[in-house]
């Protein structure tokens, strides 16, 4: 009587799919969102010696006690339409859109890799293109959210006339996130292994 055969070992891309699926999902449901209004936002600082010698007081009213330096700008009234939008694209919206198109090609990649061999070169073009989408869209983001919070602050500070001294020491609210270059670079460093992994098969190959 033959010994019984190991069962084959579970993949978890199948796994993997399901929750980039997922993730895909409520990226569609949550992008929505973030055109609906909530409340006061914050669009920035200014400093709080400029803020007293400016000629023109600046709404709404601020409270130096909240900073030494720097005093935030709370709109709490609705911005007009340009600020709105461009204050709702550099606060989640764009960084969300960036992620639909990697969480798509992921999905690609992870149903090839469990359908067909994966090491072979046209996955590691693939991996590399993703490394690379993901570095190029988080890049986007990053710059899209400063340009567009800059212009928010613009905005406001046109409308109210602030002086040039007071627009040189402003700050948009924005904080730098570089979340997108570790896995970019994982990703990038993944397909130089699946790289070596397809020349070294390629060499055996050769001698036998």
Not at 3 to 32: C, E, K, N
Not at 35 to 44: D, K, Q, S
Request: glycine share 6%.
């Amino acid at each position: 009587m033959s010994p019984t055969p190991p069962s084959p070992r579970r993949s978890w891309l199948g796994v993997i799919q399901g929750l980039l699926l997922a993730m895909l999902i409520l990226d569609f449901l949550a992008l929505p969102l973030f055109v609906l209004p909530n409340g006061a936002i914050r669009i920035g600082s200014v400093g709080l010696i400029d803020l007293w010698s400016n000629r023109v007081e600046l709404p709404p009213r601020t409270h130096p006690e909240v900073s030494v330096d720097q005093v935030p700008i709370l709109l709490a009234v609705r911005p007009g339409s340009l600020q709105f939008v461009l204050y709702k694209l550099g606060h989640g919206f764009i960084y969300l859109a960036v992620t639909v198109p990697i969480l798509i090609y992921a999905r690609r990649i992870a149903n090839a890799a469990r359908l067909v061999d994966p090491f072979t070169r046209e996955m590691v073009r693939r991996l590399r293109r993703l490394g690379l989408l993901v570095l190029a869209g988080g890049a986007f983001a990053e710059l899209t959210s400063y340009l567009t919070s800059l212009a928010v602050l613009d905005i406001y500070l046109d409308r109210y006339h602030a002086e040039p001294l007071m627009r040189f020491n402003a700050l948009p609210d924005y904080q730098l996130s570089l979340w997108w270059v570790l896995p970019g670079l994982i990703l990038l460093g993944v397909s130089e292994i699946v790289r070596r992994g397809v020349d070294l098969r390629d060499e055996l190959n050769t001698v036998i």
